[in-house]
């Protein structure tokens, strides 16, 4: 339970798939992306390994990183280069959220060159960091609540989602070719009892299309997508199904699992510490001695 509610904030610090269209539409060269994630991505996945494993192996334990150091020269290099870190993260996603509210707010400047447009987007952007700096602060248990943010919406639209669109489109595709040369594909597609397992059985829809039609629609329709979606899974290598199965999996159980945990520490912290936005009183943490010092 512990872990997979850690697992949570690991599902969120991996699902940047939502940002990456949002990127490639704020670049002038948007075919350059994937050269640029060549190199972002690998060094992402290392160098957040890299630190969380040496965290852990230096006894970090499962307390904050920089909390569990103790106070020096070293605390300050690491709370320096994490404050580089967080700057950067915040700058990238940033500029993908300003562009989008300034596009909803005065769209005929959203592209401009001018000092009015550069205005009304620099006004927004101080805007979206005060209401950060404000909400941070002011919620105890912030950590908790980027798990569960994590775990409810970074999993499905990081991993479900397009998972489930690779699939219909994959399947729409040898569909499509199927039909065109009316011939079946080299794949493997679904057959008539692993359609009727999962998507339902066509007794079932003929006895809802005459009770109501749009009921029937519904029916029919999310059978078809359901049938597309399996021929598409079908038609992969096994490994990739074996490893869309296990994401799903993983992804769900965080979902349910590391959310729960999450949210039961945040009910503990807030008898501790009090709800957001709450004033009250907190002791102040005891001042760290110098080695040496008299008692």
Known sequence: MVILGAATNVVYSYAGQWMYFELMDTMSAPEDFPKSFCIAGPFMLATYLAVACMGYG????????????PHGPMLQA??????????????????VLVHYLHGCWKPEQVDSRGLRSYMQHGGLGVLLLLLG?????????????????????????????PITFFLLARGREILMETEEHDNLPTQREASPEEVVAICGNDDAQEEGT???????????????????L??????????????IVATV????????????DEVLQVMEMWDRLGAPFQ???LEPPSRPTCPGSAG
């Open 58 to 69: 230096f006894g970090s334990g499962s307390g904050d990183l920089i909390a569990g150091m």
């Open 133 to 161: 700096f404000v909400v941070s602060n002011m919620i105890p248990f912030f950590s908790q609540l980027l798990g569960i943010i994590g775990g409810l919406f970074a999993g499905p639209i990081g991993f479900l989602f």
């Open 78 to 95: 690491a709370a320096a280069m994490l404050f580089v870190h967080v700057l950067i993260v915040y700058l990238i996603k940033s500029v």
């Open 279 to 281: 004033c009250h009183h």
């Open 230 to 243: 399996m021929v598409g899974f079908n038609s992969l290598p096994y490994w990739e199904q074996i490893t």
């Open 249 to 260: 999996i993983f992804i769900v159980t965080t979902m349910v699992f590391g959310v729960a």
């Open 210 to 228: 005459e009770t109501s039609s749009s009921a029937s629609y519904e029916s029919v329709l999310g059978s078809e997508r359901c049938r597309i």
